[in-house]
């Protein structure tokens, strides 16, 4: 496309062929009012507020709407002169004289001297610019908008279908006079956060600091994939970066080694009716509390209850779900300490009393029973015994709290309700809901538990039995992150020492069919899990590809003429076995 | 104590699940009858009924054939095979006049060392009460043809059933 070159209020400058006047002028910084444009829709002038003057060629000079005016070569544009000025105020009356007082219109008043606006109408701030319509029709593509014909008394010239509205609140995010608002039954207003589906509600990012940190569309709450409209977010895009056909894809990878680091579920504590947690006010679980903490999370790191008070006093509930007959017999492991270190957290950040709440407190670890000794220094209270009810209580029962924590605690011996204002539940760690079905896929093992099976617990604590995977983190039982981190580290180094050697070393053991014996029945090539027998049409016997063959024997013990042995598992070394073991 | 049958045992284990599960009932130190002794083969599909069958033949009064849980085989699909094979040597050991209950398939997975202690000690009662094998004493031919000296060639016989 050719290039144009013109000069805005004496300032020169070039833009493709083609661009309208009011892009070119906003390029270079320059702004008029416009609040009949939308980026999105084809400009139509309306309010005739984007007027300049133009100087084309010879002759006089003209006065166009800046919004519509494709640019000219040589062109030479004010945009603040005084015609451009009168034309843009004498507009600016005429809007007046059509609609009620709006703040749009009464701030352009303000800043083009019209000290008295004559409003023309009293209830409707609608200056027929359209865009609403517009944006239904050509955006959105509901069609839940028109005009009607209004007498002086109605509202609104604009008619709404409610039967194809699909409640966006496109149409009020165009209006330039808040003519169009969205309110709920109880006319409070609604924002676009509100609506299911909007401008600005579909596309999201996970969490601040999500991998990959890119946005996402939410297809339900999207215009788009509603009716097919909108597109906005597409055109917006300069990376080109939205399509709205992509699917979710299976996509299949050759690799060498497999880690397995597929974590855990946190134990959902509404089980656990005694604890009233998802029933009573700032009852929260560990996780939800460490989003609270954080500086990014929706509370900006504040420690808040509900209400948006600082709590007075928090209660922190050691093993909900673990060490638990009823739930999960294991030690989570990690909630002690995560425990002590939001007992610290709170002291740090409110002048809050903390209880812990605790069965037996496992400090194990470097630098643990240090910080344990911390925590009690900073004015904790500590007290032994595990929990057993939390109620909500009136005001004048007790003015401390909100919420009364019951226990015994067993080092004096006696029953203690203790209130408080916000309780923290430890939940346990508990193996993800899929881990059977990951195990099947990867055809390793898991526990009673559902904590993935080690290869065997100290001689091969990153191995499984298959080779080539390895288990990384949690999903092998619960542990902290130092452990973690290292027994990452030692999966990924297994895993490179496979990849590295260029070589794979088969195991010793693998079956052997003897030539001679074989009668070529081919019972055995289908049989093999594997298919690492095959039969040779030529000398009419089959053979074992030894580095196929991965030594289950069940050809073995199939063949008929005894013609396959197992090295290593020989019919000879089984028998001698037996025979030794029966003598 | 002295007069109480203690019936000797045999237990074919695959690697994977039932060694394993062994294995972890032993570093659990759970307790069960020592009466069980037991031979590792990598998969329960190499269980040739041979070996059940030789088992007897040496004395053994119960064999225990313990596999992965249909579904978690390492190889896949050998406990099915072995899932068939089991019931035929059922029959086989019915027609050779030996107590079918005395051999017995269990799925015993590599967490499961629990369950492999009640597996042990509940079989080595049943074969307790079943009392020891009672083998026929049979006349059988020498080994003409230089055969591997096994039950294919041997004469087995048990007045049983």
């Given at each position: 496309m050719s290039q144009v070159t013109l000069i805005i209020d004496g300032k020169p400058i070039t833009v493709e062929e083609?661009?309208?006047?009011?892009?070119?002028?906003?390029e270079l910084g320059i702004e008029v009012p416009a609040p009949c444009r939308y980026p999105f829709l084809a400009p139509r002038p309306v309010c005739r507020l984007c007027v300049c003057?133009?100087?084309?060629?010879?002759?006089p000079s003209k006065i166009v709407t800046s919004c519509n005016y494709p640019v000219k070569n040589g062109m030479v544009v004010h945009t603040d002169s005084q015609i451009a000025k009168e034309a843009r105020k004498t507009a600016l009356i005429n809007l007046i004289q059509r609609c009620a007082p709006n703040r749009t219109l009464a701030e352009l008043s303000l800043d083009m001297?019209?000290?008295?606006?004559?409003?023309?109408h009293e209830h409707c701030t609608c200056i027929f610019c359209k865009l609403c319509i517009r944006a239904c029709d050509e955006l959105v593509g509901a069609h839940a908008l028109s005009f009607q014909k209004m007498g002086k008394d109605d509202t609104t010239p604009i008619k709404l279908d409610a039967e194809k509205c699909i409640m966006c609140g496109a149409c009020a995010f165009v209006c330039p006079t808040e003519h169009i608002k969205m309110e709920d039954d109880c006319d409070r207003a609604l924002s676009h956060r509100d609506?299911?589906?909007?401008?600005?509600?579909?596309?999201?990012?996970?969490?601040?600091?999500?991998?990959?940190?890119?946005?996402?569309?939410?297809?339900?709450?999207?215009?788009?994939?509603?009716?097919?409209?909108?597109?906005?977010?597409?055109?917006?895009?300069?990376?080109?970066?939205?399509?709205?056909?992509?699917?979710d894809k299976i996509e299949e990878f050759d690799v060498g080694a497999v880690i397995v680091a597929s974590g855990f579920n946190d134990f959902d504590p509404s089980v656990m009716k005694q604890y009233g947690y998802g029933k009573l006010p700032n009852v929260v679980t560990a996780l939800e509390f460490e989003k609270m903490n954080n500086a990014a999370g929706p509370t900006g790191g504040k420690i808040v209850m509900e209400n948006g008070r600082e709590p007075r006093s928090i209660a922190i509930l050691h093993c909900v779900g673990s060490r638990d007959q009823n739930h999960h017999k294991y030690c989570s492991r990690v909630c002690c300490m995560y425990s002590l270190k939001f007992a610290h957290l709170v002291k740090e950040k409110t002048d809050a009393e903390v209880y812990q709440f605790y069965i037996d407190m496992r400090a194990a670890g470097k630098g643990y029973e240090e910080f344990y000794q911390r925590i009690l220094d900073e004015g904790a209270n500590i007290i032994r015994g595990k929990g057993a009810e939390i109620v909500g209580c009136s005001r004048d029962r007790c003015k401390e709290g909100n919420l009364l924590v019951r226990c015994e605690d067993t080092l004096i011996g006696k029953f203690r309700e203790v209130p408080v204002d916000m309780v923290i539940l430890s939940t346990a760690l508990e193996a993800r809901k899929d881990a059977k079905e990951l195990a099947h896929t990867l055809n390793i093992s898991t526990g009673a538990d559902g904590w993935f099976i080690e290869a065997h617990p100290k001689l091969g604590p990153v191995s499984t039995t298959t080779d080539g995977i390895f288990l990384a983190g949690v999903?092998?039982?619960?542990?902290?992150?130092?452990?973690?981190?290292?027994?990452?580290?030692?999966?990924?180094?297994?895993?490179?020492?496979?990849?590295?050697?260029?070589?794979?070393?088969?195991d010793a053991a693998y079956a052997v069919i003897e030539d001679s014996l074989c009668s070529g029945c081919r019972i055995c090539n289908g049989l093999c899990p594997y298919s690492a027998i095959t039969y040779d049409e030529n000398t009419k016997i089959s053979h074992v590809n030894a580095a196929m063959c991965k030594a289950c024997g069940t050809c073995v013990a199939a063949c008929p003429s005894a013609a396959i042995s197992a090295r290593h598992f020989t019919d000879d070394q089984i028998y001698a076995q037996l025979e030794a073991i029966l003598s | 104590m002295s007069n109480t049958f203690e019936p000797k045992i045999l237990g074919i284990l695959c690697n994977w699940c039932s060694y394993t599960g062994a294995d972890l009932a032993g570093t659990a130190r759970l307790k069960y009858p020592p009466n069980v002794m037991s031979v590792r083969v990598m998969c329960s599909g190499r269980v040739d009924p041979g070996f059940v069958l030789d088992a007897f033949r040496h004395g053994a009064d119960g064999v225990l054939v313990c596999g992965c849980h249909p579904g978690d085989c390492h190889y896949v699909e050998g406990n099915y095979k072995v899932m068939r094979r089991i019931p035929l040597t059922h029959r086989l050991l019915e027609g050779m006049g030996i107590d079918p209950k005395r051999l017995r398939l269990e799925w015993v997975s590599a967490s499961e060392g629990v369950k492999f202690q009640q597996v042990i000690t509940e079989f080595t009662e049943q074969i307790r009460a079943l009392g020891p094998i009672q083998l026929k004493e049979v006349a059988f031919a020498p080994d003409e043809h230089g055969g591997n000296g096994h039950v294919t060639d041997k004469k087995l016989a048990g007045e049983e059933v």
């Open positions: 083609g661009t309208y006047l009011y892009d070119a002028m906003r003057e133009i100087y084309e060629g010879e002759g001297d019209i000290s008295h606006p004559e409003w023309g609506l299911r589906l909007g401008p600005n509600a579909a596309i999201t990012l996970s969490f601040r600091q999500a991998v990959p940190n890119v946005p996402r569309i939410h297809a339900e709450d999207c215009i788009h994939f509603a009716i097919g409209g909108c597109e906005v977010c597409s055109e917006v895009c300069p990376k080109e970066c939205i399509h709205y056909d992509d699917q999903c092998q039982g619960p542990k902290d992150i130092p452990d973690t981190v290292a027994q990452g580290g030692a999966a990924a180094a297994q895993a490179m020492k496979l990849m590295n050697s260029g070589e794979v070393l088969l | -």
